[in-house]
């Protein structure tokens, strides 16, 4: 055979085994796809390959990175420890070249490569080819030589196909795993969305969801403010993080930040870094905890904007479709839940009003009855008491108590009278009386009950010249009601006081201090409501009436302070 046959055999021989190295190692990276579903190990996997078919001495697949925009080294084999972590802006160096244009690239020196870019001095020759999703590339296969010419077309060739069998596997691997993740989202989805509907109250659900924001998208910070539409501000009222709900209180005007934008828009907004924002919440919290993006979320029902979802990471981050879908999502199962929670409130509400209508109509028909009873024996009592003889000469004290025994039993028939006669006017009952003089008969009624239960009264009367234009009767009634509340506060004794004066308003006070328990923190708020009492013996009608009374005399009754060191109440009414 001729010399020239023989160098055509070799030829083919090497075209042979090229294209068997090329399919063989075709194969064995196409067969990572069935054997690891970590898409990282099967990057290592992918290089090891690589540099076994190439003899190459390092090798590297560089992706890139969608919140900073520029090159990431996800994995390297053989390059020195100073490329961990290297991050290469698209269009630098060999591989920032290919990631750019999308075309391989060989460079048999890299020393006279202008495109070159140096991370290790050992490398002598490099090449590289483009990893690719669809049509977009998304990173580069990089491979290294210390030797020169290392490389050539046929190897670039090669690297190629094995660019695009690797872009294959990681794009199956990653479309099965973001399919698990998505599935487990939907799941996570459907477990909240029955969580939050069998939730009863605003709060629990806005926990509910600030929660499961935070652990769906893996964020430092995820926060839901309230919005008040009548006072047009936004209140922070759930902030959790991954230890719990954080204590931090914050208010602000939708104007006054970029919130306000994803409120008056219906829209999501984002921003990549928050220090460089002049954002005006969270401001201390933002540099304390290192914030640097956010993704703000409307919560909507029926164009009605009930609040924002808001939530923080702490590294430069965009959101992708995927995750401002899953946000959008949960905004729309909170708003669904909240509108719930809302509605069952007023629903409770609403039987709890018609519950105690039924009561007051019982009561009212009940007390009409009594009324009516108690009405003749009384003018009975009366009559008699009208017919007895009384000493005139007797002591001061006795001649004050008759009087008062007068008076009373002339209240109790108005008061019979005013229950058969419910709905006509009182002004009848109405004249100028002495401010100080009510407060001291009202002090005489029940000086017996005050020796009984060991509380010393004072009362102390700014100014002894305070004329009102009042039912007697009612207001003396609504002091009683005042100071037997006071009476029960305070079982052991104590110190009640009763101070009149004028106000800046040019109107009469009257203050009633005690220095007994205090009223249970969780009644404050409804102390003046129907049949709420917290004494076994107590009806919870004597607030009621008495703030009724003092409203109808165009004043008022208030509660001041109360607390373990006692209660004070306010009432007020306009002078003559």
Same mark, same amino acid.
């Given at each position: 055979?001729?010399?020239?046959?023989?160098?055509?055999?070799?030829?083919?021989?090497?075209?042979?085994?090229?294209?068997?190295?090329?399919?063989?190692?075709?194969?064995?990276?196409?067969?990572?796809?069935?054997?690891?579903?970590?898409?990282?190990?099967?990057?290592?996997?992918?290089?090891?390959?690589?540099?076994?078919?190439?003899?190459?001495?390092?090798?590297?697949?560089?992706?890139?990175?969608?919140?900073?925009?520029?090159l *990431?080294?996800? !994995?390297?084999?053989?390059?020195?420890?100073?490329?961990?972590?290297?991050?290469?802006? !698209?269009?630098?160096?060999?591989?920032?070249?290919?990631? %750019?244009?999308?075309?391989?690239?060989?460079?048999?020196?890299?020393?006279?490569?202008?495109k070159?870019?140096?991370?290790? +001095?050992?490398?002598?020759?490099e %090449?590289?080819?483009?990893?690719?999703?669809?049509?977009?590339?998304?990173?580069?296969?990089?491979?290294?030589? @210390?030797?020169?010419?290392?490389f050539?077309?046929?190897?670039?060739?090669?690297?190629?196909?094995?660019?695009?069998?690797?872009?294959? !596997?990681?794009?199956?691997?990653?479309?099965?795993? =973001?399919?698990?993740?998505?599935?487990?989202?939907?799941?996570?989805?459907?477990?909240?969305?029955?969580? @939050?509907?069998?939730?009863?109250?605003?709060?629990?659900?806005?926990?509910?969801?600030?929660?499961?924001?935070?652990?769906?998208?893996?964020?430092?910070?995820?926060?839901?403010?309230?919005?008040?539409?009548?006072?047009?501000?936004?209140?922070?009222?759930?902030?959790?993080?991954?230890?719990?709900?954080?204590?931090?209180?914050?208010?602000?005007?939708?104007?006054?930040?970029?919130?306000?934008?994803?409120?008056?828009?219906?829209?999501?907004?984002?921003?990549?870094?928050?220090?460089?924002?002049?954002?005006?919440?969270?401001?201390?919290?933002?540099? =304390?905890?290192?914030l640097?993006?956010?993704?703000?979320?409307?919560?909507?029902?029926?164009?009605?904007?009930?609040?924002?979802?808001s939530?923080?990471?702490?590294?430069?981050?965009?959101?992708?479709d995927? +995750?401002?879908? /899953?946000?959008?999502?949960?905004?729309?199962?909170?708003? /669904?839940?909240?509108?719930?929670?809302?509605?069952?409130?007023?629903?409770?509400?609403?039987?709890?009003? @018609?519950?105690?209508?039924?009561?007051?109509?019982? *009561?009212?028909?009940?007390?009409?009855?009594?009324?009516?009873?108690?009405?003749?024996?009384? @003018?009975?009592?009366?009559?008699?008491?009208?017919s007895?003889?009384?000493?005139?000469?007797?002591?001061?004290?006795?001649?004050?108590?008759?009087?008062?025994?007068?008076?009373?039993?002339?209240?109790?028939d108005q008061?019979?009278?005013?229950? *058969?006669?419910?709905?006509?006017?009182?002004?009848?009952?109405?004249?100028?009386?002495?401010?100080?003089?009510?407060?001291?008969?009202?002090?005489?009624l029940?000086?017996?009950k005050?020796?009984?239960? =060991?509380?010393?009264?004072?009362?102390?009367?700014?100014?002894?010249?305070?004329t009102?234009?009042?039912?007697?009767?009612?207001?003396?009634?609504?002091?009683?009601?005042?100071?037997?509340?006071?009476?029960?506060?305070?079982?052991?004794?104590?110190?009640?006081?009763?101070?009149?004066?004028?106000?800046?308003?040019?109107?009469?006070?009257?203050l009633?201090s005690?220095?007994?328990?205090?009223?249970?923190?969780?009644?404050?708020?409804?102390?003046?409501?129907?049949?709420?009492?917290?004494?076994?013996?107590?009806?919870?009608?004597?607030?009621? /009436?008495?703030?009724?009374?003092?409203?109808?005399?165009?004043?008022?009754?208030?509660?001041?302070?109360?607390?373990?060191?006692?209660?004070?109440?306010?009432?007020?009414?306009?002078?003559?």
């Open positions: 055979m001729s010399p020239d046959n023989l160098d055509g055999v070799d030829s083919k021989i090497t075209y042979q085994n090229s294209d068997r190295r090329a399919l063989d190692a075709l194969y064995r990276i196409s067969a990572l796809a069935g054997k690891e579903n970590n898409p990282l190990v099967s990057l290592g996997n992918i290089l090891d390959e690589v540099m076994a078919v190439f003899g190459a001495s390092s090798a590297s697949i560089c992706m890139l990175n969608a919140d900073s925009d520029q *990431l080294i996800e !994995v390297e084999k053989g390059l020195s420890k100073q490329s961990k972590g290297f991050e290469l802006p !698209v269009g630098v160096g060999i591989t920032g070249w290919v990631a %750019m244009y999308g075309e391989p690239f060989l460079s048999g020196d890299v020393a006279n490569e202008e070159y870019f140096c991370i290790d +001095e050992r490398i002598k020759s %090449m590289a080819a483009p990893l690719t999703e669809g049509e977009r590339v998304v990173g580069a296969l990089n491979v290294d030589s @210390m030797a020169l010419q290392a050539d077309e046929d190897d670039l060739r090669l690297l190629v196909l094995m660019a695009k069998e690797a872009s294959r !596997v990681l794009g199956n691997m990653w479309m099965v795993q =973001q399919l698990r993740r998505k599935a487990d989202q939907l799941q996570t989805l459907v477990l909240v969305g029955q969580d @939050m509907a069998g939730t009863r109250k605003v709060d629990g659900v806005l926990e509910s969801i600030t929660r499961e924001a935070l652990l769906l998208l893996n964020c430092r910070l995820s926060a839901f403010f309230l919005y008040d539409a009548d006072n047009d501000y936004l209140r922070l009222q759930s902030l959790q993080n991954e230890q719990g709900l954080v204590p931090y209180e914050e208010n602000l005007k939708p104007a006054d930040s970029i919130l306000g934008t994803a409120l008056r828009g219906h829209r999501q907004v984002q921003t990549r870094d928050l220090l460089r924002t002049e954002e005006h919440h969270f401001v201390s919290l933002i540099r =304390q905890e290192n640097h993006s956010m993704l703000v979320t409307p919560v909507v029902y029926e164009d009605e904007p009930i609040g924002l979802l939530l923080y990471v702490d590294r430069k981050h965009r959101f992708n995927d +995750e401002r879908l /899953i946000v959008r999502a949960l905004a729309d199962l909170g708003a /669904i839940a909240v509108q719930n929670a809302r509605l069952y409130g007023r629903v409770f509400s609403t039987e709890e009003s @018609m519950r105690k209508s039924e009561r007051l109509t019982t *009561l009212g028909t009940l007390a009409a009855e009594i009324a009516h009873e108690v009405r003749n024996p009384l @003018m009975v009592v009366r009559l008699l008491f009208d007895l003889e009384f000493d005139q000469d007797s002591d001061e004290s006795k001649n004050k108590d008759i009087s008062i025994i007068r008076e009373k039993l002339n209240h109790l008061i019979a009278g005013r229950i *058969l006669d419910f709905g006509k006017s009182r002004e009848s009952f109405r004249r100028n009386y002495s401010l100080p003089e009510i407060l001291k008969d009202a002090s005489l029940v000086r017996l005050l020796e009984q239960s =060991q509380v010393n009264l004072s009362v102390n009367q700014a100014n002894p010249n305070i009102v234009f009042v039912d007697k009767g009612q207001i003396q009634q609504a002091l009683l009601n005042l100071i037997l509340n006071a009476l029960g506060a305070m079982p052991k004794g104590g110190s009640l006081e009763i101070e009149s004066f004028i106000n800046s308003d040019n109107r009469a006070e009257v009633v005690d220095t007994g328990t205090g009223i249970p923190e969780d009644l404050r708020a409804q102390i003046f409501d129907s049949f709420l009492t917290a004494r076994t013996d107590g009806t919870g009608l004597g607030l009621t /009436i008495s703030k009724r009374i003092l409203r109808s005399h165009d004043g008022d009754l208030e509660l001041v302070k109360s607390d373990e060191s006692g209660t004070v109440f306010k009432l007020t009414l306009p002078v003559c």
